[in-house]
């Protein structure tokens, strides 16, 4: 009878744990379909399907006390959740709320796709996110995401976003390069 007490425990436990898990999963979603979805057409141009890795990038590689000055009210939770999220890639397939059609591609499609382009007027361009960092309260997030239709022609930005009224968005692009 003594034992029963930690069953139940370890249960709820167990449960919560789960209910985090599906919650940081389903903002992780959010925050990609914002992105996406707030300005297309700058990074599209013709293309009327947007084309999204279905892997991870591990994301920009500035130090810890660069995106803390850029971004002075990030949380460092909020860092260290993004840099530990983001040790190795990983598969995703996120359940995007977008406005236009998508395509979960991999790395073979994206080097096919970009390789083969040679229609400057209708570029191939892929979106690659990192996972999504986010502090205890999920009301913060910090993600990496690169728009690459090849070599000379990518662009990549570190976002710091906020949670307000029930919406993502964007506080700071903390860092940012073009090539």
């Known amino acids: 009878m003594k034992i029963l007490p930690f069953i139940i425990l370890a249960v709820l436990i ?21 992105l996406l979805n707030e ?68 790395a073979a ?7 083969e382009n040679r229609d400057w007027e209708n570029p191939y361009t892929v979106t690659i996110f990192s996972k999504v960092g986010f502090n205890n309260r999920l009301d913060q997030a ?8 090849g070599s000379e022609c990518a662009t990549g930005n570190l976002y710091f976003l906020v949670r307000n009224d029930n919406a993502w968005k964007i506080e700071t692009i903390v860092l940012g390069w073009v090539s």
């Open 14 to 34: 167990s449960a919560c744990s789960a209910f985090e898990q599906r919650s940081k999963e389903r903002e992780e979603a959010a925050i990609y379909s914002f």
């Open 39 to 106: 300005d297309p057409e700058s990074y599209l141009g013709g293309s009327t399907v947007l084309m999204v890795l279905n892997e991870t990038d591990l994301g920009a590689d500035a130090a810890d006390e660069v995106i803390l000055q850029r971004a002075p009210s990030l949380h460092e939770e909020t860092l260290a959740d993004w840099r530990a999220a983001n040790q190795k890639s990983q598969a995703i397939n996120p359940k995007l709320s977008l406005n236009r059609p998508y395509k979960m591609i991999d």
């Open 109 to 115: 499609e994206m080097k096919l796709g970009i390789s």
């Open 142 to 149: 910090l993600v990496y995401v690169e728009h690459n239709c």
